[in-house]
């Protein structure tokens, strides 16, 4: 059974958002269309405490982008984004949630980043998504949002390391890309764990034949 998942598609990931991804709201109609074509729709929100240990702002002397070393390894600091309840932690307002049955939320634990859908950034502390796509048989993803070479590079990788069927819509994505070339690094990856790449046009074709 397949199951779209929409990583992250949030204010403060779109152009005028505190951490905007370039071009990051341009996707919510390939989004809001993908959606109508899928029995099941899940998201991901981002959902940070203020304060979060993964914000520049609680780090003297550091700027967002830098990386410092945490107890569970390499963190990239942020601008402080997706506040919990804040207007930049809501979806975009263009983005029609009617169809979505789970809304998982990440990064709400104040002392660990969480990019991936599966498991926060220690690789280990579970989100609950593996065990509710196992229950409803659910065995194949595809997975649209932001940004590519983070949210939705980890969520494919664990994805596929948990032995889902992993295929990322390479035009529902858009990437940071800072540093350069984080986004073609993140396609390689995700090629070499076993991800599959589609296209909405692609996707609509297949889906119309099943």
């Known amino acids: 059974m397949q199951a779209l998942l929409i990583v992250d598609l949030q204010n403060d990931f779109c152009p ?32 940070h405490p203020s304060g979060h240990h993964s914000f520049a702002s609680v780090h003297e002397g550091r700027e967002p982008f830098d990386t410092i070393q945490t107890s569970y390894g390499e963190q990239t600091l942020w601008p402080d984004h997706c506040i919990q309840g804040s207007k930049g932690a809501a979806f975009h307002p263009d983005l029609d949630t009617t169809d ?17 859908a599966f498991f926060e950034n220690d690789h280990e502390t579970p989100t609950g998504l593996m065990g509710y796509l196992r229950e409803r048989d659910i065995d194949t993803l595809y997975v649209v949002g932001l940004a590519t070479d983070f ?60």
Not at 104 to 112: H, L, N, T, Y
Request: glycine share 10%; proline share 3%.
């Open 16 to 47: 005028g958002g505190a951490l905007a991804v370039p071009e990051g709201d341009r996707i919510v109609p390939l989004v809001n269309r993908l959606a109508g074509q899928f029995e099941h729709v899940l998201q991901t929100q981002d959902w």
């Open 100 to 116: 979505t049955e789970l809304i998982v939320r990440k990064g709400f634990r104040r002392e660990i980043d969480s990019y991936s």
């Open 151 to 210: 949210c939705v590079k980890w969520t494919a990788l664990d994805g596929a390391e948990q032995g889902f069927d992993v295929c990322v819509i390479e035009d529902a994505v858009r990437g940071i890309d800072q540093p350069e070339g984080t986004v073609e690094e993140a396609w390689n990856e995700m090629s070499e764990a076993g991800v599959r790449r589609t296209s909405t046009e692609a996707l609509s074709g297949e889906l119309a034949t099943e």
